[in-house]
């Protein structure tokens, strides 16, 4: 496009303060603050300078105060609608940690309403009529399930490996293995976070084997902690060597030192009679005998986001004294929320049924072929003229770094559209009022029908015939 015309367009573009002018007497405008207005006609009009810059023949006419003025209220509607925003998990990655890792049962949920509207014992000791502790209202729970002699709640299970570290062995030495140098999501790495203990890492072994020797090796006047990280979210096989966390006690018995490990995705239910390969629950790890445990709260234990630590009461003593933990304290609605997850895995059974995590894993093939029956059934009727539908085989994941190799059969619905690229299904998906989070594979949408919940079925039909309506209008 020629300079002069593209001169000419931008000069066609309207000023800031004529567009907030022309909004004034609309109705969609009235209870929108003036920032959120003016903001959203820098945008709109910005991006049409981007485009006209970057060569695009934009037709004048769009660029009339009339035809913004669709674009700039529809822009205004977005910015003033609720970002958090519940989504449709169609990806069958059960703890998925960008859609908000593990989803609460109900009776959990109608315990944290009573708990944000009503006063509480949060740090009350209703026994004595004086100051309690937080932390003791979970306390003896994580205990009598797991075990340990005393417990501690954090934030997140990053904080829980920091603050034990911090406590254990600022200015001193760690040994962990090399092949347990693990890095999760988010940049959480182990040994970022030893150096930001204060702790210095001794790593030892080699990538893929280490043994016993290498332990006592290491050890030195400087040691404060042998450490065992749990390779979440890889796996090396072939020719490996790991130290088991009872030679780890061993070890550390001998030489009077603590052991701890970071069991990453701690779980109280031996999840091998599903399929999944065999991992040390926490009940285990603590019968190991070692002298401090740490997992997430909304990994496999399905609850909400906390670090959980447990160990030694002596151990367990010296952390909740670090002033350092009173910067990682949880609130009130995940110790409520623990507090009623935890009270579940009394019963194992009633965990596996009610804690929609283990539900999900505990899901059978025939269960979810049900619900994607169903969704197809909706989906014939309402969508056969825009698209091939199906069902197909598909592998679920447990995710959030638990399992990482491991698959679980499940069933999918499967959307060919006729029309429209499967990558435009996808944009309109993510863009509507509950969002629509699928996989897509061979330019198909694939729907895991694991991860959705069968009274949502009939929400998620609407929202894929929603999302075809946006594609034609
Ligand atoms: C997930 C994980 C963490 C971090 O836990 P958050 O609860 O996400 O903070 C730490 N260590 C291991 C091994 C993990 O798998």
């Known amino acids: ?3 002069e015309v593209q001169q000419e367009l931008l000069r066609t573009i309207p000023q800031v303060d004529e567009c907030i002018h022309s909004l004034f007497d609309l109705d969609q405008v009235e209870h929108v603050p003036l920032l959120v207005i003016k903001n959203s006609v820098r945008d709109v009009l910005a991006e049409f300078r981007r485009r006209i810059l970057a060569g695009e023949r934009i037709d004048p006419g769009q660029l009339s105060l009339s035809s913004l003025q669709p674009v700039i209220c529809e822009h205004i509607r977005q910015e003033m609608q609720p970002r958090f925003r519940r989504v449709l998990n169609c990806t ?3 703890i998925h940690t960008n859609l908000g890792r593990s989803i609460l049962p109900q009776i959990t949920m109608d315990k944290l309403h009573g708990a944000g509207s009503r006063y509480s014992n949060l740090e009350y000791d209703l026994a004595t009529g004086r100051r309690g502790s937080r932390y003791s209202l979970v306390e003896k729970l994580l205990c009598d399930l797991t ?56 790593e030892i072994g080699a990538t893929n084997r280490t043994h016993v020797r290498d332990y006592e090796e290491a050890i030195s006047e400087e040691t404060a902690l042998l450490l065992k990280v749990h390779c979440s979210n890889f796996r090396i ?33 031996d999840l091998s009679r599903f399929g999944l390969m065999k991992e040390p629950t926490v009940q285990e790890v603590v019968a190991a005998g070692v002298d401090v445990v740490t997992f997430s709260g909304d990994k496999l234990l399905g609850g909400p986001q906390a670090g959980i630590i447990l160990g030694r009461r002596q151990v367990i003593d010296r952390i909740k004294k670090n002033p350092v933990n009173r910067a990682m304290r949880i609130d009130k609605f995940t110790l409520c929320s623990l507090e009623s997850i935890l009270r579940l895995y009394f019963d194992e059974r009633t965990a596996l049924k009610t804690i929609p995590t283990l539900a999900m894993i505990a899901a059978t093939p025939e269960e979810i072929n049900r619900r994607a029956g169903r969704l197809l059934r909706r989906l014939r009727k309402q969508l056969s ?12 994941r447990v995710g959030g770094g638990a399992m990482p190799e491991q698959n679980l059969a499940s069933r999918a619905v499967v959307i060919e559209p006729s029309a429209i690229k499967v990558s435009r299904l996808e944009v309109l998906l993510r863009q509507l009022e509950v969002p629509v989070i ?6 198909r949408l694939l729907l895991d ?23 034609s209008a």
Do not use: H, Y
């Open 1 to 3: 496009m020629d300079k």
């Open 438 to 443: 699928g996989r897509i594979e061979d330019d």
């Open 449 to 471: 029908m694991r991860t959705v919940a069968d009274d949502e079925v009939a929400l998620l039909a609407d929202c894929l015939q929603q999302a075809f309506a946006a594609a």
């Open 92 to 94: 069958g990655v059960i």
């Open 385 to 396: 003229s825009c698209c091939k539908l199906g069902l197909a085989d598909i592998m679920s």
């Open 147 to 202: 075990g340990a002699e005393a417990a501690l709640v954090v934030n997140n299970n990053a904080a829980a490996v920091l603050l034990v570290l911090e406590t254990l062995a600022k200015g001193r030495d760690v040994i962990v293995s090399r092949g347990q140098l693990v890095e999760i999501g988010g940049s959480f790495r182990i040994p970022d976070v030893m150096s930001r203990s204060g702790a210095r890492l001794v």
């Open 237 to 269: 096989i072939g020719f490996t060597k790991e130290v088991s966390v009872e030679e780890l006690v061993k070890i550390g018995r001998g030489r009077g030192l603590p052991v701890m490990e970071d069991l990453g995705s701690g779980c109280f239910v």
